[in-house]
């Protein structure tokens, strides 16, 4: 056998650290996919809540044009020539 013992001995190890080491690669790219899964469902959970709060506010304030301007704005619907492409949108 080339190198003998010395070099099988060598071998073995470094597979033994090679096992090892792609066990703890494996496991962290299991913790990391769990990770964005609990980061997806927190961001849905987060999404779903704002619209409700929007919702709430449009519902709140529907016949108060005055402060439903504050959270929206609706020069679109308040558009008398129809034509979209003349409005130009206001950032809140």
Excluded at 41 to 62: C, G, M, R, V
Excluded at 71 to 91: A, C, M
């Amino acid at each position: 056998m080339a190198g003998g013992a010395a070099v099988l001995i060598e071998y073995k190890a470094f597979e033994t650290q090679y096992k090892i080491t792609l066990g703890m690669q494996l496991a962290k790219i299991g913790k990391i996919s769990q990770n964005i899964d609990e980061r997806n469902a927190s961001e849905t959970a987060w999404l779903n809540q704002l619209f409700d709060h929007l919702l709430l506010i449009a519902n709140n304030y529907k016949t108060n044009s005055a402060i439903i301007d504050s959270f929206f704005d609706q020069s679109i619907i308040n558009n008398k020539n129809g034509d979209i492409n003349e409005v130009t949108p206001v950032l809140v």
